[in-house]
């Protein structure tokens, strides 16, 4: 199921045994029917950054409805946003739901949902949570993505946000997808929170991107931040742009979101970074 207005992505084959559907998620008799007979489902829709107050709490009661009908489980893909600034704190499942932001704020109230509903018994609920991600068909809206490794593998300069030599944590894509099917199958995920793995050694932005210059083989990185000023004022344009900019406090302190948690008690584990930055670059190669 995918939300309104979203495409599948054109390198990206799907197996003769998958069949897809196209349908409105918001829809809980659609939900419902196709979901008919599945142990788990996925959710891990997301709508485009301005239409997020408007479709996303309806796309959730989609899967939700289709979950409760089925009595399936649900495992939910969530990010970081409700947490809001870390404060000089890593982020951990434990964290309360303190957001500033109109994102953050709404992710907390659809996060409390799920769990609500897994309390009361409606159905079981296990979400997994990712930092900022990168990896294969990372897009335009990641930080290291379309704006980093096209420019590294061309030896040009790559463009990131936020102040790159402060920490942040970046999820590898696969590994999301690693971490949300031991969700779905491990008896002891449901009714609970886990961030999905990270590199446990958090580099800054700089770092990584330096990484991404060397395994490209180039002899030295040229890397600018897109100044916040310029941010703001694309974003008079560019409403996408405009809904970025709420969420530039992520890049301007220490932004560490701990995985241990899954590490320890289901082991699964992050990708080692020199293998998830080469695979990455792999797939941006003409």
């Known amino acids: 199921m995918r939300p309104p207005g979203s495409s599948t992505d054109p390198g990206t084959r799907v197996p003769d045994d998958i069949e897809v559907v196209g349908g409105d998620a918001r829809d809980p008799d659609f939900t419902t029917a ?23 709490p309806a796309l959730q009661n989609g899967v939700l409805a289709a979950a409760q009908a089925t009595g399936a489980l649900l495992v939910s893909m969530e990010n970081v946003y409700m947490y809001g600034r870390p404060a000089g704190r890593t982020l951990t499942e ?3 739901y303190d957001a500033h932001t109109r994102k953050g704020q709404l992710r907390g109230r659809m996060a409390r949902e799920l769990l609500a509903a897994h309390t009361a ?31 590294a593998l ?17 999820t590898y894509i696969p590994d999301i997808g690693e971490a949300l099917a031991v969700l779905g199958e491990h008896p002891d995920a449901p009714g609970q929170v886990w961030h999905v793995p990270n590199d446990p050694d ?22 600018r931040a897109m100044p916040p000023l310029m ?5 008079l344009f560019n409403p996408t742009i405009r809904e970025l900019t709420e969420m530039q406090y992520q890049f ?25 930055l080469t695979k990455t670059l792999a797939t941006y190669r003409p």
């Open 34 to 56: 196709v979901a008919k007979g599945a142990r788990v489902v996925y959710q891990t829709l997301n709508p485009p950054y301005p239409e997020w107050t408007a479709q996303f």
């Open 94 to 96: 434990d964290r309360a």
């Open 121 to 151: 018994g409606r159905v079981q609920v296990a979400i997994g949570r990712a930092s900022d991600y990168f990896g294969p068909r990372g897009g335009a809206q990641s930080n290291l993505g379309d704006r980093v490794f096209p420019a």
């Open 154 to 170: 061309a030896g040009k300069t790559a463009t990131v946000l936020g102040d790159p030599d402060q920490p942040h944590t970046y």
């Open 202 to 223: 958090t580099r800054s932005t700089r770092q990584l991107v330096d990484l991404a210059y060397q395994y490209a083989g180039q002899p030295r990185t040229k890397l």
């Open 231 to 235: 941010l703001r004022a694309l974003g």
């Open 252 to 276: 301007e302190e220490p932004f560490i979101v701990d995985s241990t948690k899954i590490a320890n008690k289901l082991d699964v584990h992050a990708t080692p970074l020199d293998q998830a």
